[in-house]
């Protein structure tokens, strides 16, 4: 339910490249063989970049076979749902629901994640500036903090019957084999292997009933859309700090800053969906397609949609303050013109 945390650790190297001409103006970021770091408003190319960007996996079902699929019936899904009634010791409390959800686990691996592409490549930064950047990093990205954002943040739009109904999916076998995959895909070095198993899927493609359910739990918990919001709170974040640093001459205005992000987040919807159907594709692969279409029930039910829902609002509201604290700290224990200098590739040697 959480899933959306993937889409966003895939694209979260482009956001500090997304930020204002004060830092840089493209929409990529490399790194190639000698460490230097280009910028730049398209992908790495295949001549003259030893890192190039995985071509995304297309998994619209036109590009499938023409053969029927049976619609997913709702007969089907209530032989999936938990059990209604699930013993347990008096009413589910708000720390009880996010236990049961992973999060906290889910915001270490995003938390690494952030650390990870807010940090210079080695050797980028003098030592004293790159030490300035760990003391902040280790400081402002404590999962712990996150987590407690996340939870007052949450505590208003509690409802009482869908949090029950929420807790029991959640308790359920099912609900709980489904939140340990989810919280093993939060990892960092998951990245890769969703580079991996992309190029697989060009050779094995999955069935049209599985990609399917992929879409239909994808549009049933708004996995993709949100995670397009969460990007552009990253975005925000980062943007809003390096432009309140910059020269007065170039500080954007509120109503920039929006426009900005609107463009970016435009940018950025199609490319994340399609990591998120092949992030999800591959988190959930041990899954039989019966117990997708249990998940799809649950996500599309009034308790599956308020969790999701919440939780959205909760995780972009927590994420977009530590994230705007983080990158408003960075900027002022490393000045702006440093790390401008920074993202400039190094000059060739003229042979």
Not at 109 to 126: Q, T
Request: contains cysteine; proline residues 8%; charged residues 25%.
């Amino acid at each position: 339910m959480t899933s959306r945390l993937r889409s966003c650790l895939l694209l979260l190297g482009v956001v500090v490249a997304l930020a204002p001409g004060t830092i840089s103006a493209g929409s990529y970021k490399w790194v190639d063989e000698k460490g230097n770091v280009t910028y730049s408003d398209r992908p790495p190319q295949p001549e003259g970049s030893p890192a190039t960007a995985p071509e995304p996996v297309p998994l619209d079902l036109k590009t499938l076979d023409a053969r029927p699929v049976p619609p997913v019936q709702e007969q089907d899904f209530k032989k999936f749902l938990p059990p209604a009634v699930i013993p347990r010791s008096g009413p589910t409390r708000i720390d009880d629901l996010l236990e049961l959800s992973g999060i906290r686990a889910q915001l270490v691996g995003l938390m690494r994640g952030l650390a990870k592409e807010l940090r210079p490549a080695p050797g980028i930064m003098s030592a004293k500036d790159q030490a300035s950047i760990d003391r902040v990093l280790s400081k402002s990205l404590r999962h712990e903090a996150v987590y407690g954002l996340v939870r007052d943040a949450f505590i208003p739009q509690i409802d009482r019957t869908n949090l029950e109904a929420t807790a029991a999916w959640l308790r359920s076998p099912l609900g709980r084999r489904i939140t340990v995959l989810e919280v093993t895909s939060s990892d960092p070095s998951f990245e890769q292997k969703i580079v991996d198993y992309a190029a697989e899927l060009k050779a094995n493609r999955p069935s049209r009933r599985r990609l399917e359910l992929i879409h239909r739990l994808d549009w049933a918990a708004g996995s993709s859309e949100s995670s397009a919001d969460l990007f552009a709170t990253l975005s925000r974040g980062v943007t809003k700090a390096v432009s309140a640093a910059g020269p007065p001459e170039r500080r954007l205005r509120p109503g920039q800053i929006e426009e900005q992000v609107a463009e970016i987040r435009a940018r950025v919807r199609d490319p994340l969906r399609e990591m998120q159907i092949t992030a999800t594709l591959y988190a959930y692969r041990d899954l039989t397609d019966d117990e997708l279409t249990a998940y799809v029930v649950f996500s599309s039910s009034d308790a599956g949609r308020w969790y999701n829902v919440a939780m959205h609002k909760a995780l972009v509201s927590a994420v977009g303050r530590t994230v705007e604290q983080t990158a408003a700290e960075l900027v002022r224990a490393v000045p702006v013109e440093r790390w401008a200098r920074a993202a400039q590739p190094a000059p060739q040697a003229v042979r």
